[in-house]
């Protein structure tokens, strides 16, 4: 199966990183493919759990699916990475 979500939070390449990453460790999670553009994650999976599987993966860290409740802990997650991805690029 294939599944499609809108995520929050998602503003640079690194945050595709982490979640690209996270969701790569996941059991039947694989072929995933973000757009940061379009704020989506797509992945395949083999269960119709897997997708509360990845929601909660993403909520954890910090970009939550849309109609979930994005509060300041999650946002101040992902500035996080954002500031973390900046300085990296500054330094080369």
Request: hydrophobic letters at 30%; proline letters at 3%.
């Amino acid at each position: 199966m294939k599944t499609t979500l809108y995520v929050q939070n998602l503003k640079c390449n690194y945050g595709e990183t982490i979640i690209k990453k996270a969701l790569s460790k996941l059991h039947n999670i694989h072929t995933i493919i973000l757009k940061k553009e379009f704020a989506t994650v797509t992945f395949e999976h083999t269960s119709p759990d897997d997708i509360d599987i990845v929601k909660k993966t993403l909520s954890q860290l910090g970009y939550p699916p849309f109609g979930e409740k994005n509060n300041i802990l999650k946002k101040a997650k992902t500035t996080l990475n954002y500031t973390v991805s900046e300085s990296k690029h500054q330094d080369k």
